[in-house]
């Protein structure tokens, strides 16, 4: 596996894994927009994996796909991304248990509920990650 800055032309995969992934519908704009920004994926034989957009400190989105779940691919991007930041952000809709139990397994500091965080009224929970957790994630 490897970890590559997303261009352009990757935006139609990245989207279409993002519309088998996520709650909430984003568009192709919204990627291409988001190109800009701290923007990796994780590909393996050019298929991608995952994906990781970070604006600011802010972990925006942090995708895999769903049969490569559970095998290091989230991990393998924050690590990579904690190689550029001292600290990241993110907000995870309370309903999304598995990714709680990813970010509680990993050292990511649970700071608190932010209520109504989401479009569609949901609250969400804020983690954190530092860059020197590192040498204890699971």
């Known amino acids: 596996m490897e970890i590559v800055k997303a261009q352009l ?10 519309d ?7 568009s192709v704009e919204y990627f291409e927009q988001k190109l800009g920004c701290f923007f990796y994926l994780a590909k393996e ?3 991608i994996l995952g994906f ?4 600011g400190l802010t972990v925006l ?5 769903p049969g490569t779940r559970r095998q290091g691919v989230a991990s393998s991007m924050v690590d990579f991304a904690l190689k550029q930041f ?18 509680r397994k990993t050292n990511w500091a649970y700071k608190g509920t932010a209520p ?7 609250a969400g929970l804020i983690f954190t990650k530092k860059a020197q957790n590192l040498n204890t994630s699971a």
Do not use: M, P, T
């Open 52 to 55: 990781i957009i970070i604006d």
């Open 45 to 47: 034989k050019d298929k």
């Open 116 to 122: 109504h965080a989401f479009r569609n009224g949901e």
């Open 20 to 26: 088998i992934s996520l709650k909430a519908a984003h």
């Open 9 to 18: 032309e990757d935006i139609k995969a990245v989207k279409a894994l993002a």
């Open 61 to 65: 989105l942090l995708v895999v796909e």
């Open 86 to 103: 001292q600290q990241i952000f993110l907000k995870v809709r309370e309903s999304n248990k598995a990714a709680i139990d990813f970010y």
